[in-house]
């Protein structure tokens, strides 16, 4: 069943065009990673996903509701039980660890808190870092920290926006990891853009690789290795 559908989608950001016509479905529980270069339209569909942009034209359906119609969002982000975690984590500098992954849980106002946390701090090994914030966390803490937060809430879907660009290579083996362990403990689906295809093979189920705000090719990893699409060629040789 396709928990996310895209029909006919255009998105211009004034007179460039970023998104061209798109349409794709994304199964529901699956690891589906967008691949493809800066630029290529990547985050912008992660976004239209969310609620967090207008499309210009076509539609968008969560479990079959439709959430976007032409340029009017029908359902907002904050409605859409979606996690998302930015490129850049958006922790709040001022709040703990601890304060951090509670702060949707207090806006929902959901009860038991402290045991949800404790477990999830568990699950990621933060537990001896409640206390700390962010500035006093390494990158790959801080990556941990984002993920969990997002977690806590349960969504139906996480969003992950090139999480693991900034990192090092061996914080980069660390988190995916702590990302494959994801997959297994948390029944969820995950959208994941990358620019790295390397990342895309370790931890997808699908790919679907963007170009210019168009769909290249998807498949399975083992489906884009063998793809005859001269773009994907090239661009899984770089």
């Not at 942009?53 to 976007?68: A, C, H, M, P, Q």
């Not at 996690?83 to 984590?89: A, N, S, W």
């Not at 996480?158 to 988190?175: F, G, H, Q, R, S």
């Not at 689906?189 to 210019?212: G, M, Q, R, S």
Request: proline residues 3%.
């Amino acid at each position: 069943m396709a928990i996310v559908s895209l029909q006919n989608i255009s998105k211009s950001f004034g007179k460039t065009p970023i998104i061209n016509n798109i349409s794709l479905d994304i199964e529901e529980g699956k690891f589906t990673c967008l691949l493809g270069s800066s630029g290529s339209g990547k985050t912008t569909i992660l976004r239209l996903i969310a609620g967090l942009e207008k499309s210009d034209s076509g539609k968008i359906l969560l479990n079959g509701k439709l959430v976007n119609e032409k340029n009017k969002i029908l359902l907002p982000s904050s409605k859409r039980e979606i996690g998302f975690i930015f490129q850049d984590l958006a922790l709040w500098p001022h709040l703990t660890v601890y304060e951090n992954i509670a702060f949707g849980l207090n806006i929902k106002k959901e009860e038991n808190v402290t045991i949800k946390i404790s477990a999830i701090l568990d699950f990621f090994g933060l537990e001896e870092h409640r206390n700390k914030y962010p500035n006093q966390l390494s990158g790959g803490q801080q990556q941990l920290v984002a993920i969990a937060r997002s977690l806590v809430l349960k969504p139906k879907m996480l969003l992950m926006d090139e999480p693991l660009a900034n990192l090092d290579v061996k914080l980069k083996t660390k988190i995916r990891n702590h990302i494959k362990n994801l997959i297994d403990q948390f029944p969820i689906t995950i959208i994941y853009v990358t620019h790295d295809h390397y990342e895309a093979f370790k931890l997808a189920d699908e790919i679907i690789v963007i170009n210019n705000g168009k769909i290249e090719d998807t498949g399975s990893p083992e489906d884009i290795q063998k793809s005859e699409n001269t773009f994907v060629k090239e661009f899984i040789e770089i």
